[in-house]
């Protein structure tokens, strides 16, 4: 029994170890399979965000171009103005920087924190060398006044720091004053709250309105027999085989005060006068609900073919009157079709650029068209950083909300 016993235990040994190295050959087959995507993902989507993050934090003008200013700076306290040897410092590196071409790109990071710092800096370079036997700080004060005022003082110990918060705190109209302390920015440079609020509250109308549209075509396509909703979808992804662009430009010419659609109103007498729909808050809403349609549509047919039909038609049987039922029967089962096109478009909508840009006036221009503004026009790609940094913390925090909101509320009672 002892022999029979031990050669048990040792073949069940032998059993379980030639499972995990099967387990283990499937562990390492699968990941290789799934290596590229795994790849694609990381060098497309993790990479260049994390990219982004840290672009909206870094500060590495100052430092590089003048290394013993900012090193000083770091140290300076901010409730007085600098001593000489700190100041003698930064004129040494200031007229190095400007003999060595690396003076604009200081002059550009400071000139973000107070307008007019970079011609303060290149007319200061302009008259140095100081005269001798004076102090340094009362020759640059001669030389510019805004020398004298601490707050530019304050603003080189912040561009000093290599980790910043000044860029995030300009997307959410925030700033640090000289004393170090969180103000709000001043009431005609605070634009970004408003531009974030518009781009929501637009995504927003657009995710309704197109809900509003798609259901009943949806519902249309799901009720028909499969012969003739397979032909009515095509009619649905037909814009897919447009541009963007080319869509947008042709709402630029139906919109118009002379265009089609004006043209039609006033011939069916519904106005007598043409109507602004184009260059305003109308226009965007039209050209971005044309685009986005078709990506709330077809989230609800999908759910919606699935949904058996006898539910329905035992409520009527029992009763129910056909809005009750469709209420508290139909309506439950496509929840998660809205879900999912709420979500799909909602998210779609808040990176919108180039219909506001076409159809939409000044005040309707969304957070997308600020970020391709400071990419390509200023090249301030912190402030780009920071404005897409805190439009996808926005959006994240928005997504947990409705997840929670949408998936934890309990269906109706069907009685």
């Known amino acids: 029994m002892t022999a029979v016993g031990s050669g048990t235990l040792a073949l069940r040994a032998d ?70 040897a700190i100041v003698a410092t930064f004129v040494d590196e200031l007229r190095a920087a400007q003999e060595g071409g690396t003076l604009g790109v200081v002059a550009s990071r400071l000139n973000y924190d107070i307008n007019g ?44 720091i290599p980790l910043t918060s000044f860029y995030l705190l300009a997307s959410l109209d925030r700033r640090v004053d000289a004393d170090g302390e969180l103000q709000r920015t001043a009431p005609e440079q605070a634009i970004f709250v408003d531009i974030f609020l518009r781009t929501f509250w637009i995504s927003f109308v657009v995710t309704a309105i197109c809900l509003a549209l798609s ?14 909703g397979n032909l009515l979808i095509i009619l649905v992804l037909l814009p897919f085989w447009t541009p963007v662009l080319v869509r947008t430009t042709a709402w630029v010419v139906l919109l118009q005060r002379e265009g089609m659609v004006n043209d039609l109103l006033q011939w069916l007498l519904v106005v007598t006068d043409p ?13 971005m609900t044309h685009v986005l349609l078709p990506f709330m549509v077809l989230p609800l047919y999908g759910v919606m073919k699935g949904i058996p039909r006898t539910g329905m038609i035992a409520a009527l049987s029992l009763g129910a009157r056909p809005a009750v039922a469709f209420w508290r029967v139909y309506l439950p089962q496509s929840r998660p079709g809205i879900n999912a096109g709420c979500l799909l478009v909602f998210i779609l909508s808040i990176g919108f650029y180039i219909t506001p840009l076409l159809v939409g006036g000044p005040g309707d221009q969304m957070v997308s068209y600020f970020i391709a503004f400071y990419t390509n026009q200023t090249l301030n790609w912190g402030m780009a950083s920071a404005l897409g940094l805190v439009l996808l913390a926005v959006t994240m925090i928005l997504f947990a909300l409705y997840n929670r909101i949408a998936g934890g509320a309990p269906a109706p009672k069907w009685s």
Not at 275 to 287: D, E, K, M, S
């Open 15 to 84: 059993l379980k170890a030639g499972l995990r190295r099967a387990g283990r050959r499937q562990t390492v087959r699968a990941l290789v399979l799934v290596a590229p995507l795994l790849i694609f993902l990381v060098l497309n989507f993790v990479a260049p965000i994390a990219l982004m993050m840290l672009r909206s934090v870094q500060n590495p003008e100052l430092p590089a171009a003048m290394p013993e200013t900012a090193a000083a700076m770091r140290e300076w306290d901010s409730r007085f103005l600098p001593e000489d």
């Open 117 to 160: 710092f970079r011609s303060l800096l290149f007319n200061t370079a302009r008259n140095l060398p100081l005269p001798s036997g004076v102090p340094a700080l009362e020759a640059l004060i001669e030389i510019d006044p805004r020398w004298g005022d601490r707050a530019y003082w304050s603003a080189m110990k912040q561009a000093a």
């Open 215 to 228: 259901y009943p075509v949806a519902y249309l396509l799901a009720m028909l027999p499969s012969r003739i």
């Open 275 to 287: 109507l602004p729909l184009i260059y305003n808050r109308a226009g965007v809403y039209i050209a």
